[in-house]
């Protein structure tokens, strides 16, 4: 089967504002496609009440989810990716987006065989 | 944060028709959700060209993806789910429901302090 690059992080003391934003994570998840190559093919997102938003991106190289705990300031952030560009850098990408600090949890490649 | 319980299992030798079944993988995630007592609040799926599919629940409780390789028999199943029940039960329903095999890639629980 295909060579999946699994991605798990944490981003912590982002900006509560930034992680309330579901536009900004919508568009977040749309620059990181971009800068892995990647195809998008449907996004879903939920708002939840009275704070916290999850949204998910369906791609034709696996899928990319966050989800956000404005309590804490942190936003775990996972990309599961076929394509051939590195997968840290979505982290990057959303570190600098959301002002916070990344902390790779998981970093691990899935079949290939 | 949310104390995430992480499950990444394939399973291999599965029936290839069911592999290519959108709406039986779509079945397999509503099952997964009330087997964990998960909230589902939308599922996108996507069926490849000649062969494969993917498909991503968005729960209140992070989330679910199934992507197909039916090219090799298998099926890479993800559940993170910030519920209580173990998820592993959910690579036991998807190996009963495609007559396959699973493999435990990952089981992590992150977050929780």
Known sequence: MARIQAIIGLIKDCNVEKLEN????????EKAGKLMDLTLLETVSHKFSPS????VALLAESHI??????????????????GRG????????MEN?????AEIVLDKIIGGE
Chains 1, 2 share one sequence.
């Open 22 to 29: 579901i536009e900004l994570m919508e568009e977040a998840i």
């Open 52 to 55: 916290g938003l999850t949204a």
């Open 65 to 82: 989810a966050v989800h956000t705990y404005p309590e804490d300031n942190s936003i775990f952030v996972e990309v599961m990716s076929c």
């Open 86 to 93: 590195d997968a840290k850098k979505v982290l990057e990408l």
């Open 97 to 101: 987006m959301l002002d916070g600090k």
